[in-house]
């Protein structure tokens, strides 16, 4: 009698400190999650990185790089300059897209380039931090911590969703470091960003 005692007492034991390491893992989940990080990348600002890309075609064997700097003003301003293997602006202010390139100019919206608005926003809207403007167009899936933090943005609109399978955005707490396309007919980019230090 004494001996199944002490079994259920162990077993008791090892029932409830199973249940506290299950409990308290979701307890820590759940401290994380998609509005404090919306939150805590409204709140850096302003925004000046670094970036190099790689662009995987089906049709080549090796990737096209290239690499430039990206300019980001609150709330819808976003400026990508490529810088190599050749100059290129990409200016985008609200719905309206500029892009220079070979001493030409090109006016669009971001109506008339879907795709292209599609990945403007996702960009736009993460790094103001704005959830709402990103369920508009996205469903949301964030993993990780607020140290090593991925979100998996998926398109809801199914035209779009012929284009473009999910867009992978990772960072560190309020930075983003790396944003990953993934096309619906197997091509990718990938995008590196470094943060350019203000000076005072």
């Given amino acids: 009698m004494h001996t199944v005692t002490i079994r259920l007492s162990h077993f008791f034991i090892a029932a409830t400190f199973a249940f506290s390491l299950l409990f308290t893992s979701h307890s820590l989940a759940e401290t994380f999650n998609i509005q404090q990080l919306m939150q805590s990348l409204a709140k850096a600002k302003p925004h000046h990185a670094r970036f190099t890309e790689k662009k995987y075609f089906a049709l080549l064997d090796e990737p096209v790089e290239s690499s430039g700097e990206l300019f980001f003003v609150a709330p819808d301003q976003l400026e990508k300059r490529t810088l190599l293997p050749q100059a290129e602006t990409l200016l985008v202010n609200g719905n309206k897209i500029l892009i220079e390139r070979s001493n030409k100019t090109y006016y669009f919206t971001t109506q008339n380039l879907p795709e292209l608005g599609v990945l403007i926003n996702s960009i736009r809207g ?63 980019s990938y995008m590196l960003i470094q943060p350019v230090k203000q000076t005072q």
Avoid: M
């Fill in 126 to 188: 993460t790094l103001a931090g704005n959830q709402s403007a990103l369920e508009r167009s996205f469903q949301l899936k964030l993993t990780g911590n607020n140290d090593d933090w991925k979100l998996q943005l998926t398109p809801t609109n199914e035209k779009i969703q012929k284009l473009i399978k999910y867009i992978h955005i990772a960072g560190h707490q309020s930075q983003i470091e790396s944003i990953e396309v993934f096309q619906f007919d197997g091509d990718r």
